[in-house]
């Protein structure tokens, strides 16, 4: 028997140490002493992550809905801008029109004043209203024909009615008693008519 074999006696301390070699041992002592970690679980963790990528793409989409809204507010009122300003340009171009027959009106007035010549301002007149007349229809208006047509209320207004007996002239145009004028499809003023109504 060595002397590594004998047993020891009571009180003597043993001469060799016994290391356990079990991994587990060690870490069930180091999951008692350490704290335990403040962690999520896996699925919690991936939920918090989805809600934060989700947060993050609707801040992205609120930014860019509200740069594009801008944006449309911008756009809306350099459009009403430019309408503006077209309209100024035709009331301008319109008005640049009518002034010479303004100016003619004015001298035909200053002439019948001056001469007492009643020909020459009915003359002057005349040719006033061509110019005025040609001069609408160059911007677009027209007066509407009444010769030889039936009544249509779209265009036409009944001033004066006249009894006949003949059912060809029932709702007929007989005289128009004022013009009306039409600027391109719409109607700016209707003309006042007497038409033909049937005798009962």
Same mark, same amino acid.
């Given at each position: 028997?060595?002397?590594?074999?004998?047993?020891?006696?009571?009180?003597?301390?043993?001469?060799?140490?016994?290391?356990? @070699?079990?991994?587990?041992?060690?870490?069930?002592?180091?999951?008692?002493?350490?704290?335990?970690?403040?962690?999520?679980?896996?699925?919690? $963790?991936?939920?918090?992550? *989805?809600?934060? $990528?989700? #947060?993050?793409?609707?801040?992205?989409?609120?930014?860019?809905? @509200?740069?594009? /809204?801008?944006?449309?507010? *911008?756009?809306?009122?350099?459009?009403?801008?430019?309408?503006?300003?077209?309209?100024?340009?035709?009331?301008?171009?319109?008005? /640049?029109?009518?002034?010479?027959?303004?100016?003619?009106?004015?001298?035909?007035?200053?002439?019948? @004043?001056?001469?007492?010549?009643?020909?020459?301002?009915?003359?002057?007149?005349?040719?006033?209203?061509?110019?005025?007349? @040609?001069?609408?229809? *160059?911007? /677009?208006?027209?007066?509407? #024909?009444?010769?030889?047509?039936?009544?249509?209320?779209?265009?036409? *207004?009944?001033?004066?009615?006249?009894?006949?007996?003949?059912?060809?002239? #029932?709702?007929?145009?007989?005289?128009?008693?004022?013009? /009306?004028?039409?600027?391109?499809?719409?109607?700016?003023?209707?003309?006042?008519?007497?038409?033909?109504?049937?005798?009962?």
């Amino acid at each position: 028997m060595t002397e590594e074999e004998k047993p020891t006696q009571e009180g003597e301390a043993p001469k060799f140490t016994v290391t356990d @070699k079990r991994h587990w041992v060690d870490e069930d002592e180091d999951a008692e002493t350490s704290e335990p970690e403040d962690r999520l679980p896996t699925f919690v $963790e991936q939920l918090k992550k *989805e809600a934060e $990528e989700k #947060d993050k793409r609707l801040r992205d989409y609120i930014a860019a809905y @509200k740069a594009k /809204g801008a944006e449309n507010d *911008e756009f809306r009122q350099r459009l009403q801008r430019e309408n503006d300003s077209r309209l100024d340009q035709s009331k301008a171009n319109l008005f /640049g029109a009518l002034l010479p027959i303004l100016d003619n009106l004015k001298r035909a007035s200053l002439a019948s @004043k001056e001469n007492k010549d009643f020909d020459s301002l009915s003359q002057g007149v005349e040719m006033i209203i061509s110019q005025f007349s @040609k001069t609408l229809e *160059e911007n /677009g208006v027209k007066s509407i #024909d009444t010769i030889n047509r039936a009544f249509n209320a779209a265009t036409d *207004e009944v001033f004066l009615t006249e009894e006949t007996e003949d059912p060809a002239m #029932d709702n007929f145009i007989l005289e128009e008693l004022e013009p /009306g004028y039409m600027y391109k499809d719409k109607l700016i003023k209707p003309t006042k008519v007497k038409v033909g109504k049937l005798k009962n």
